[in-house]
């Protein structure tokens, strides 16, 4: 089989074209070969252990809170390197972590109990794979270098998030959304294979690729990759991408393809111009928009917001808007969107001239202005001055709505985003468009399962060092307690939220002094698809080797 990477043709393995399983034992797996551009001594990546330079750097990643004493980092280059690292760990008993990107927002990766991470940040491979008619996507790449080779080789990409540092590996297992998944769904709506590193009851390692194809016997491994977290059942090496309904073998017609211009916006409104009743306002209209316009069929599933609703010694709250700017009236949806926020407010909007959050300063987009898709993409996606910020530590709680703010709500967020006895300014919720093409699909098409939300939030602050701890977590916990008050500190799926996002976990959901509502953690972050991912656990992870503090529990036998 030959794959055509983003640089160059590379030639794999023909393995890869075989079944769906590929499997080695502990004497001598039988591996899908790396990408050819590697020599067999390049495949094996390094093993760092303590008083080597690199240590103290790998030992922790983007949230300083989270910092581990591993007996050694295994650096992953290809599946033969994975399966070896998974065999060592194995044979000599070593507790694991797995990481990509780094940008876990708990101690998944990090914690003192870890013996061994497996860093996977150097496999970043993007290819086309003409034997799969679809895109390869190893763990280790960064988001915007898959949206930039994709993009320049084959015209597609994938509806995936902002961040341009965040590694593809967790992303994707998590489910994956960004600013066009109102429009193409989420990025695991695309997922078509997953090959998995596993390890059996009796210690045995193997290799195994998983596909979506109904008669495929190890779908529901797929099916697990699809939103079911990252750590939970295997060492992830390769993610193959192609449409659901996408035919033939042209490869620019097998994948999302993004317009090719967007209208874009960013805005400001000066706490200085709020009063608890305008701030009230512009929130519930954010909310009332959201709940109105986001069906799968809406017009505007081509029009997305992130707004940083920023605490008041920020001193402002900011908003970036996209529009696909191909579709007939792009200006008017833009506009009309614009308009319907700052209604009945009497706020007059200023121009972006401070950095926000996850956004850059844009004091040029003031007026909306037209630009190709992926100068966008790179313009909010590699100028995240706080959340990419490598040395500070953050806090991050999530939540899944799916209808407007209550009178409470919209009251408990003046009340906390303008408490002066809390003067952060790298501290707000952070509310994200949903919806539209992401709730196209049932609830258990895919292990992500919040399939019928309009609008996500993440309330998040960040502060620089461990004399801050106690304020800050203190601020997260107390605004998310009162917000949920009434389902005891904590989004429970019912008619008005729908529980939480996987990929910004929280252990505080697992913990009853913080959630007082009786429903467990997995129901909040998987719903009703928990007993099914708790049978692939136990098909594929039986012994549990693949654990962490909000990992999935093997069913009982």
């Not at 986001?294 to 707004?307: E, G, I, R």
């Amino acid at each position: 089989m030959r794959g055509v990477n983003r640089r160059t043709m590379l030639t794999r393995s023909a393995v890869l074209l075989g079944g769906t399983a590929m499997a080695g034992t502990m004497a001598g797996p039988a591996l899908a070969a790396a990408p050819g551009h590697r020599s067999p001594a390049e495949q094996t990546g390094a093993t760092i252990q303590p008083g080597d330079p690199r240590y103290p750097l790998l030992t922790t990643g983007n949230n300083q809170r989270f910092v581990a004493q591993p007996d050694y980092i295994k650096m992953i280059r290809s599946t033969a390197d994975a399966e070896q690292a998974l065999i060592e760990a194995v044979r000599a008993g070593k507790r694991i972590s797995v990481r990509s990107g780094g940008h876990c927002f708990s101690d998944f990766v990090c914690n003192p109990e870890v013996e061994v991470i497996l860093d996977f940040s150097e496999m970043t491979d993007v290819s086309y794979d003409p034997g799969r008619r679809a895109f390869a996507v190893e763990p280790g790449a960064r988001l915007m270098n898959v949206y930039e080779a994709l993009y320049k080789g084959w015209g597609v990409t994938i509806p995936g998030g902002i961040c341009y540092s965040v590694g593809a590996g967790g992303h994707i297992a998590g489910g994956g959304y960004g600013l066009l998944s109102r429009a193409h769904g989420l990025v695991v709506d695309h997922l078509y294979a997953v090959e998995v590193v596993v390890v059996d009851e009796a210690g045995r390692v193997r290799t195994v690729t998983a596909t979506r194809e109904a008669d495929d016997p190890n779908r529901d491994l797929w099916w697990a990759h699809t939103g079911g977290g990252g750590g939970n059942f295997g060492l992830v090496t390769r993610y193959w991408f192609r449409s659901p309904h996408a035919t033939g073998s042209n490869p620019t017609q097998l994948l999302v393809q993004p317009p090719s211009e967007v209208l874009v916006s960013a805005i400001s409104v000066p706490w200085d111009q709020l009063t608890q009743k305008s701030f009230s306002r512009l929130l519930k209209n954010f909310g009332a928009w959201h709940e109105a316009n986001s069906a799968p069929d809406s017009p505007y599933t081509k029009l997305s917001s992130l707004f940083n609703v920023c605490h008041k010694a920020h001193g402002t709250l900011d908003m970036f808007t996209q529009v696909d700017a191909t579709v007939p009236g792009a200006e008017k949806l833009l506009d009309d969107y614009l308009t319907a926020m700052t209604a009945g407010t009497g706020i007059k909007t200023v121009a972006m001239t401070n950095p926000s959050g996850e956004l850059t300063a844009m004091p040029f987009l003031a007026s909306p202005r037209r630009m190709p898709w992926l100068q966008a993409t790179r313009l909010v996606g590699t100028n995240n001055p706080t959340i990419t910020n490598p040395t500070s530590r953050g806090a991050h709680k999530s939540a899944y709505m799916r209808k407007n703010f209550s009178d409470h709500q919209v009251s408990a967020m003046y009340r906390h985003m303008s408490d002066p006895s809390f003067e952060n300014p790298n501290t707000m919720i952070v509310l994200f468009s949903f919806g539209g093409q992401v709730n196209a699909a049932a609830d258990d098409a895919t292990a992500n399962s919040q399939r019928e939300s309009v609008f996500k939030m993440c309330f998040q602050t960040f502060w620089p060092d461990e004399a801050g701890d106690d304020a800050n977590l203190g601020w997260a916990r107390s605004i998310y307690e009162d917000f949920f008050s009434t389902t005891g500190g904590v989004p429970v799926p019912n008619d008005a939220t729908d529980g939480c996002y996987i990929n910004y976990p929280d252990k505080d959901v697992a913990d009853p002094h913080y959630n007082k509502s009786g429903v467990p953690w997995s129901t909040l972050y998987y719903k009703g698809n928990y007993a099914r991912l708790q049978q692939v656990k136990r098909q594929w992870d039986p012994g549990n080797f693949f654990r962490h503090s909000l990992s999935i529990e093997p069913a009982a036998h």
